[in-house]
C-alpha cells in the first residue's frame, strides 16, 4: 500500500511540476513594482478566468497535501515502540584481570630478578622557596 501511494504522490509532483512551468506569468514579477503608479490588482496579479492548467494545479496540489500527510501518519505508525540502531550490537568489555603489584623490598622475592643490580630511583623534594 505505502508502495502505490508513494508512486502516486511521485506522478502527481512530476504533473504539478509541469502545469505550474507550463502556466503563464501574472505581471512582471518584482520588476513591475518599482513603479509608483500601481494599484493593488496589478500588483497581486488581479482576478483572471480559471483556466484548465489552474484547476489541474489545484487539483495535484491537493492530492499533493494529501498524500505526503497521509503517507507521513503510516510512517510512524510503524514501529510502536522507538529503538535505538546500536540496540543489541553493543557488547561488555571483558574483565580485566587485576596485576598482582610486588611491594617488597628490593633484592627480596620477585623484584629482585626484576630490579637486578640498579639502585632504587630517589625523587629529589620541591625546591623551597
Same mark, same amino acid.
Given at each position: 500500500?505505502?508502495? =502505490?501511494?508513494? #508512486?502516486?504522490? &511521485?506522478?502527481? $509532483?512530476?504533473?504539478? @511540476? ?44 491537493? =492530492?499533493?497535501? #494529501?498524500?505526503? &500527510?497521509?503517507? $507521513?501518519?503510516?510512517? @510512524? ?53
Amino acid at each position: 500500500m505505502r508502495t =502505490i501511494l508513494l #508512486v502516486i504522490l &511521485i506522478l502527481d $509532483a512530476i504533473i504539478l @511540476t509541469s502545469v505550474v512551468l507550463l502556466q503563464a506569468g501574472t505581471g512582471g514579477g518584482l520588476a513591475a513594482m518599482g513603479g509608483g503608479g500601481t494599484s493593488t490588482d496589478s500588483i497581486l496579479g488581479g482576478r483572471q478566468a480559471v483556466t484548465f492548467l489552474t484547476k489541474t494545479s489545484w487539483w495535484c496540489g491537493g =492530492i499533493f497535501f #494529501v498524500l505526503s &500527510i497521509t503517507l $507521513a501518519g503510516m510512517s @510512524t505508525r510503524g514501529g510502536a515502540v522507538p529503538r535505538s540502531v546500536l540496540e543489541g550490537q553493543v557488547s561488555l568489555p571483558a574483565p580485566i584481570a587485576p596485576l598482582p603489584l610486588d611491594l617488597g623490598e628490593p633484592g627480596e622475592g620477585a623484584g629482585a630478578e626484576a630490579q637486578g643490580d640498579q639502585a632504587p630511583a630517589v625523587i629529589p623534594p620541591p625546591p623551597s622557596q
